[in-house]
């Protein structure tokens, strides 16, 4: 096919060198379909077909850079190669030709070629007329069936590029919903978690739902959850309008190891149940981490409690137990004051902004704690032993402090000791 490549798709901008690659070869899936896009990726993610061993050409190029390699499927001879800044996957070619190989792909817009050798696209689906009028199209029904993840990932597809899907292919998809059950949960949470992610996800949610995708993982999920989901980020535009820090966390994650926002736990907490233990169970079964399924199920629990939390020591206490997670308790509390109140316009914020001032003030007591005086040195100046009192004797000696009953050390040990003495 004679079409401009795109300069994205270079060899020049690979991490290893094209001499390094057999011929032929050919470059597949998303980074062909991105780049024909033009959308850029900061961090490169290419695929590459080989007629045949692809694992021992990408374990050639992984030794060569001093590279991770991965071995991901030694019956279908897939292995990964990770860069600093881009990972590699190599595979073997399904069928006799690169067309057999292509037509077993999901859409036809990732069933296009690129021959780096040749500088040629190679599209025998028709993949490029679907990605300029923007339409996910399957490539066959077979190809859905053989991974039924790929049912929920024409929804993910749709709402990272702003595509519609082919009406057949939903049909498709309708008809096939049941599928996705055979698929292990933790890749199916993947494709929730991109949903969740991506700004317009929140609409093909709510279509993944009608069209019976995702009913079966949140069975308590109810037309007003998916309300929720459009409010939530609502709810963050304002905070990070009138807050900034507050919607830069929100795009934070919850760790460096668990690539899920603070927004992404909000929304979650949306869609299980109200109830925490209920919910608990429910993100277990999807496999979410223990960081995110107490992030979701401490949301849940506290936001209601941040309208009551009226005196030093309630809030105290309130921010001990929410910790980071206060962000996305607040955005919740704000969620059911526009659904289940109806609470007007920036009403809503004048209940939390003293909260929210305090959480943002990093030298608050109230919501960051100092220490006026150290386990050790209570133990030493009581003559008591380390036990779980020497705890107890701290958060009083803290709730002490911020009611301005104490300001010193010696007011310190003096209040603990009265304690230990009534």
């Not at 994205?8 to 780049?35: C, H, I, K, T």
């Not at 039924?148 to 990932?153: A, S, V």
Request: net charge neutral; glycine share 4%.
């Amino acid at each position: 096919m004679s079409r401009s490549v795109p300069s994205s798709l270079s060899p020049e901008n690979w991490p290893f060198s094209l001499e390094l690659l057999p011929q032929p070869a050919y470059m597949v899936g998303g980074a062909v379909r991105d780049a024909l896009l033009g959308r850029s990726r900061e961090y490169l993610d290419l695929d590459f077909v080989i007629p045949s061993k692809a694992v021992k050409v990408a374990r050639a190029i992984a030794h060569h850079y001093k590279a991770g390699f991965v071995l991901l499927d030694p019956v279908r001879q897939i292995a990964r190669v990770v860069f600093p800044h881009a990972t590699a996957d190599f595979a073997q070619q399904e069928g006799n030709s690169l067309e057999t190989d292509l037509h077993r792909r999901d859409f036809t817009i990732n069933a296009i070629a690129y021959n780096p050798h040749t500088q040629e696209i190679i599209d025998p689906l028709n993949g490029y007329a679907d990605l300029q009028v923007g339409v996910l199209r399957m490539v066959a029904k077979a190809n859905l069936e053989d991974d039924p993840l790929r049912l929920l990932r024409a929804y993910r597809q749709a709402a990272q590029l702003g595509f519609t899907i082919e009406p057949a292919t939903q049909a498709t998809i309708r008809d096939l919903a049941s599928h996705l059950t055979q698929v292990a949960a933790e890749r199916v949470r993947v494709e929730i978690g991109y949903l969740l992610a991506t700004p317009h996800g929140n609409s093909w949610i709510a279509t993944a739902f009608a069209d019976g995708l995702l009913k079966q993982f949140f069975k308590h999920a109810t037309d007003e959850s998916l309300r929720k989901l459009t409010v939530v980020d609502e709810i963050a535009a304002m905070l990070a309008q009138h807050w900034p820090p507050l919607g830069v966390e929100l795009k934070q994650y919850v760790r460096d190891t668990v690539k899920t926002t603070w927004l992404g736990i909000t929304k979650l907490a949306c869609l299980v149940h109200p109830d925490p233990t209920v919910a608990e169970i429910e993100l277990q079964q999807l496999t979410y981490s223990r960081a995110e399924i107490r992030a979701v199920t401490t949301a849940l629990r506290l936001y209601s409690q941040l309208k009551t939390a009226n005196t030093l020591r309630e809030q105290y206490f309130l921010f001990q137990e929410a910790g980071r997670i206060f962000v996305a308790t607040t955005v919740l509390a704000l969620v059911h004051d526009t659904l289940v109140e109806a609470i007007p316009g920036d009403n809503r914020l004048s209940v939390y902004s003293p909260l929210i001032t305090r959480y943002l003030n990093p030298d608050d007591l109230v919501a960051h704690p100092t220490q006026l005086v150290s386990g050790k040195n209570l133990m030493i100046a009581l003559n008591i032993p380390a036990s779980p009192l020497v705890g107890e004797l701290l958060t009083q000696i803290a709730v002490a402090r911020i009611e301005g009953k104490i300001a010193t050390v010696e007011d310190a040990i003096a209040f603990a000791r009265g304690l230990l003495a009534s």
